[in-house]
């Protein structure tokens, strides 16, 4: 079975959209997820780059595409009451969830939290237990995401990311180190999954 890495930051809504589409691509060519969270604000700073909502006309099309991409995925969205928060709390919960199906759920729970309930995944009793509803144990991740050990391994993957080339998310890539930026090009991952599956 190949991977893909599929790299995001919960602040991101775009990769709340791709994280509902890729596992059926992936799933058709017998491709395994695998997530992994990285701090998006970091790679702009060391970029130096402005990212799309502090600039009022794009802010503007974003919120509006977004709910266009909703409606066109048939995926639920609720426009979020302040549109930043802390993600580091829910990224090194999700560090320390299995690779695979558990963290899997661990994504999809705390990102239905963040893009359809419109809640703060900043809060420890939010993340707790949204992260409950899927099956883990919210208490002893949020206990777990102030260990030395999970703080650095989300220092490590923003690195790596940097170190890869990431500059927005959701990216994704696969094994042969092709890289993918966006939600769209979630079609491309499936094109080349399926060119490489085939020799």
């Not at 144990?137 to 990311?161: F, H, W, Y």
């Given at each position: 079975?190949?991977?893909?890495?599929?790299?995001?930051?919960?602040?991101?809504?775009?990769?709340y959209?791709?994280?509902?589409?890729?596992?059926?691509v992936?799933?058709?060519?017998?491709?395994?997820?695998?997530?992994?969270?990285?701090?998006?604000?970091?790679?702009?700073?060391?970029?130096?780059?402005?990212?799309?909502?502090?600039?009022e006309?794009?802010?503007?099309?974003?919120?509006?595409?977004?709910?266009?991409?909703a409606?066109?995925?048939?995926?639920?969205?609720?426009?979020?009451?302040?549109?930043?928060?802390?993600p580091?709390?829910?990224?090194?919960v999700?560090?320390?969830?299995?690779?695979?199906q558990?963290r899997?759920?661990?994504?999809?729970?705390?990102?239905?939290g963040?893009?359809?309930?419109?809640?703060?995944?900043?809060?420890?009793a939010?993340?707790?237990?949204?992260?409950?509803?899927?099956?883990?144990?919210?208490?002893?991740?949020?206990?777990?995401?102030?260990?030395?050990?999970?703080?650095?391994?989300?220092?490590?993957?923003?690195?790596?990311?940097?170190?890869?080339?990431?500059?927005?998310?959701?990216?994704?890539?696969m094994?042969?180190?092709?890289?993918f930026?966006?939600?769209?090009?979630?079609k491309?991952?499936?094109?080349?999954?399926?060119?490489?599956?085939?020799?």
């Amino acid at each position: 079975m190949s991977t893909v890495r599929f790299f995001f930051d919960y602040n991101s809504p775009y990769s709340y959209i791709a994280s509902l589409l890729i596992e059926d691509v992936c799933g058709r060519h017998n491709a395994e997820v695998h997530w992994e969270p990285f701090v998006l604000g970091g790679i702009f700073k060391a970029d130096d780059t402005r990212p799309a909502h502090t600039i009022e006309k794009r802010r503007t099309y974003m919120l509006q595409d977004l709910q266009n991409l909703a409606e066109f995925h048939g995926l639920p969205y609720k426009p979020r009451t302040e549109f930043l928060f802390n993600p580091i709390l829910s990224e090194r919960v999700t560090l320390q969830a299995s690779q695979g199906q558990e963290r899997a759920r661990a994504v999809h729970s705390l990102y239905r939290g963040a893009f359809a309930e419109d809640l703060d995944l900043g809060d420890p009793a939010v993340v707790s237990r949204l992260l409950d509803e899927a099956g883990l144990d919210g208490a002893a991740l949020v206990e777990g995401s102030q260990q030395q050990s999970v703080k650095d391994a989300l220092r490590e993957n923003t690195e790596e990311a940097a170190r890869l080339g990431v500059f927005g998310a959701p990216t994704y890539f696969m094994e042969d180190g092709r890289m993918f930026w966006g939600h769209d090009r979630v079609k491309l991952l499936d094109f080349f999954l399926e060119k490489t599956k085939n020799g």
